[in-house]
């Protein structure tokens, strides 16, 4: 499996501007997760879904976030508009169903930087 | 809440050698799932070894290994003949399993290990 694949792997963009990253899990898992670190508060999870169903969204920071998982093996997390302060590292992860031992396997994140 | 503390923001050992990362969490459950996660420059996350509480047995994945302490709520990693690309930041994460809205990975702030030639 090519483990957890997100796009873009870097994204500049501009203060107010939209900003769209995107993940797919590894095939056959049924739980996805939305991570941003920053040096400022660490690695925050932002949002969570099984089987393609929101499950936790109470980390995301405001409404100007927002993440959809139309498929099992799509998702999207959205920011619009940006602000500097949304600098940060993405990653995307995915995990098997909650009884199993095996932990999350996180994508190669995407650094996105708002001037 | 559950909560996981990492006490070592740095740590360097000297490469061959034995280093010890420490950790520490705090829960009322009883049935849980503990990992270390490495994360080198490249900023990529890498699941180093997992510990579930129910397992007296320590875990062991090659050079690395963990001594988990149930009661006294630790979960230390230590690396044995240290690498050159051990190098990296190191997270300790606590998950439940108990099910329910749980499913998620709680972090410690994470431990910089430098590796010296």
């Known amino acids: 499996d090519a483990g957890v694949i997100q796009s873009p792997r870097h994204e500049v963009t501009e203060m107010g501007q939209e900003v769209t990253l995107r993940c797919k899990p590894i095939s056959g898992h049924d739980y996805l997760f939305w991570y941003r670190q920053t040096m400022m508060r660490g690695l925050e999870l932002l949002i969570y879904f099984n089987n393609n169903v929101p499950i936790d969204d109470s980390g995301m920071p405001e409404d100007r976030f927002s993440a959809k998982m139309p498929n099992a093996s799509f998702s999207t997390l959205k920011i619009q508009p940006s602000e500097p302060r949304d600098s940060a590292v993405y990653f995307c992860?995915?995990?098997?169903?909650?009884?199993?031992?095996?932990?999350?396997?996180f994508g190669p994140g995407t650094r996105l930087l708002v001037l | 809440a559950q909560t996981v503390t990492q006490s070592q923001p740095e740590m360097s050992v000297q490469e061959a050698e034995t280093v010890t990362l420490s950790c520490t969490y705090d829960t009322s459950e009883s049935d849980y799932y503990l990992f270390w996660y490495k994360q080198p420059p490249s900023r990529q996350m890498i699941l180093v070894i997992r510990?579930?509480?129910?397992?007296?047995q320590n875990a062991t994945e090659n050079r690395f290994s963990v001594n988990f302490q149930k009661a006294a709520k630790s979960f230390s990693l230590k690396i044995s003949d240290s690498q050159l690309g051990d190098a990296a930041m190191y997270f300790c994460a606590y998950r439940s399993a108990s099910g329910g809205a749980t499913n998620k990975l709680i972090f410690g702030t994470g431990t910089l290990l430098a590796v010296q030639p």
């Open positions: 510990q579930e509480a129910y397992k007296q």
């Open positions: 992860a995915s995990g098997r169903q909650w009884t199993s031992r095996e932990p999350q396997y």
